[in-house]
């Protein structure tokens, strides 16, 4: 099971949906796809390394210890209000459910996909999974 498929049954049972976790894979790369049905962590690590309020809280789940909790308003914050509303459409949850449910499900991902401090290569997006990589790749996404 990659990562995509373990992230969107995790998602479908932490919100006790009855959708088909293809179903919730398939809303999820809307929000933290790659465009080819996988998951642009990357992208993800990028938005929190660039926000002065994740930083750290990527760092824990980057690193192999403990991971820092992150709240639903921080969902919210990181995906936006709109992602976040059309993501919950999708998938026939409220938003407040959904944004609680991340707050849960993410961290596990990004710790499964990284390893001493980084992401591994196969979630870095070409970018380098460090956190001096993700500041940059996050500069590149802003312009």
Not at 10 to 37: C, R
Not at 61 to 75: E, K, P, R, V
């Amino acid at each position: 099971m990659d990562l995509m498929e373990m992230g969107a049954q995790m998602i479908a049972e932490k919100l006790g949906v009855d959708i088909d976790p293809a179903t919730v894979q398939a809303a999820l790369s809307g929000v933290m796809g790659d465009g080819k049905g996988g998951l642009d962590l990357s992208k993800v690590a990028a938005q929190m390394a660039n926000s002065g309020s994740f930083g750290s809280v990527l760092e824990s789940w980057l690193g192999d210890g403990d991971n820092a909790s992150i709240s639903a308003t921080g969902i919210e914050d990181l995906f936006g209000k709109a992602q976040l509303s059309q993501l919950a459409g999708a998938l026939g949850a409220g938003e407040q459910d959904l944004a609680g449910t991340l707050s849960q499900v993410l961290p596990q991902i990004m710790d499964k996909a990284s390893q001493g401090g980084a992401l591994k290569d196969e979630f870095a997006g070409g970018q380098g999974g460090d956190i001096g990589s993700l500041l940059n790749a996050a500069k590149s996404f802003l312009g």
